[in-house]
């Protein structure tokens, strides 16, 4: 997400009370994830093992937990817990703000789009032209909502990301200040979530249809034409790519990638990256065919083992 105007390097140590190594006038213009930062962006890091993979990403402007050298070009914040001072950034650049009525004021509402009873839209929000909101649908701050979408009663699109910390005490939650895209003739299902992105976008590309229960998490994006059945769980930072088709209960882990064309088969669970123009199947999920061959052999072991203890 991008601030509102560029920070300097010593703006944003001064708000954190934390040191800064670098250029002073050294610019940030807004922040995000690993996996989506851009030139400009700043990104936090808190674990040694994902030190050199920040420090070589596109970010500019690196949050980091340890005293080291300072790439050509960028600037460091050097900050005893990163993930707090990730968070009073959001706090503090993308606040919660609490409404007062069920449709925000400055919510933008294109010309045909049919809002039903109990709706709750959100500060920000913008939906375009011939949509169809049923009744009981959340669409939380800055949502976007292209054409001709149509959302089933009881959705919540742009509820906070599953992304915590743990420590001594409990749970840290890291705070949501990204949002949720939906193009144009998407249909989302009765009772679906989509998570908002920590610092970016979920998104669930033009003419993607989902069914009912599906949870989508956060930063996750979808390609076009996607088919998603019942109680599909898509896990965060994930990317999907055009006419992928996921069958009912399909389970798919965070940070992964599913080539275009790829059709996985109902109650799947994957765990890596998917190939495009495959049909997958079984957990861990694996080509199909490969996997009805395991099964059938499978079916033969009682008869095998028989006819061992048999000729003994």
């Known amino acids: 997400m991008d601030f509102s105007k560029p920070l300097k390097l010593s703006e944003i140590a001064e708000f954190l009370g934390c040191k800064f190594r670098g250029e002073a006038e050294h610019l940030t213009y807004g922040f995000n994830e690993i996996h989506r930062v851009r030139p400009g962006d700043l990104v936090f890091v808190d674990?040694?093992?994902?030190?050199?993979?920040?420090?070589?990403?596109?970010?500019?402007?690196?949050?980091?937990?340890?005293?080291?050298?300072?790439?050509?070009?960028?600037?460091?914040?050097?900050?005893?817990?990163?993930?707090?001072?990730?968070?009073?950034?959001?706090?503090?650049?993308?606040?919660?703000?609490?409404?007062?009525?069920?449709?925000?004021?400055?919510?933008?509402?294109?010309?045909?789009?049919?809002?039903?009873?109990?709706?709750?839209?959100?500060?920000?929000?913008?939906?375009?032209?011939?949509?169809?909101?049923?009744?009981?649908?959340?669409?939380?701050?800055?949502?976007?909502?292209?054409?001709?979408?149509?959302?089933?009663?009881?959705?919540?699109?742009?509820?906070?990301?599953?992304?915590?910390?743990?420590?001594?005490?409990?749970?840290?939650?890291?705070?949501?200040?990204?949002?949720?895209?939906?193009?144009?003739?998407?249909?989302?299902?009765?009772?679906?979530?989509?998570?908002?992105?920590?610092?970016?976008?979920?998104?669930i590309g033009k003419g993607s249809i989902l069914d009912n229960g599906v949870h989508i998490g956060h930063d996750t994006v979808i390609g076009e034409k996607c088919l998603f059945a019942a109680q599909v769980g898509v896990a965060g930072c994930c990317q999907i790519g055009n006419e992928v088709t996921l069958w009912g209960q399909v389970g798919i882990s965070a940070n992964l990638s599913i080539g275009d064309k790829a059709v996985v088969l109902a109650q799947s669970g994957v765990a890596k990256s998917l190939l495009a123009g495959k049909t997958y199947f079984g957990y861990p999920a694996d080509e199909a065919r490969k996997r009805h061959r395991e099964l059938a052999s499978l079916r033969l072991l009682p008869e095998i083992i028989n006819h061992i203890e048999i000729e003994k």
């Open 47 to 203: 674990h040694p093992k994902y030190y050199k993979t920040a420090l070589e990403s596109a970010a500019t402007t690196i949050l980091i937990n340890q005293e080291v050298a300072v790439p050509k070009g960028k600037g460091l914040l050097v900050s005893e817990d990163p993930f707090r001072d990730f968070n009073r950034l959001t706090e503090k650049y993308f606040p919660f703000q609490a409404r007062h009525s069920a449709i925000s004021p400055n919510a933008e509402i294109g010309e045909g789009t049919i809002i039903q009873p109990g709706c709750s839209i959100g500060s920000g929000v913008k939906i375009g032209k011939d949509c169809i909101i049923h009744s009981n649908v959340s669409i939380n701050d800055n949502c976007q909502i292209g054409d001709q979408v149509v959302i089933q009663a009881n959705t919540v699109i742009g509820s906070d990301a599953f992304y915590y910390k743990k420590r001594p005490e409990g749970f840290d939650r890291l705070l949501s200040g990204g949002n949720v895209v939906i193009e144009d003739q998407v249909e989302i299902g009765a009772g679906c979530t989509i998570d908002r992105g920590v610092s970016a976008d979920t998104r």
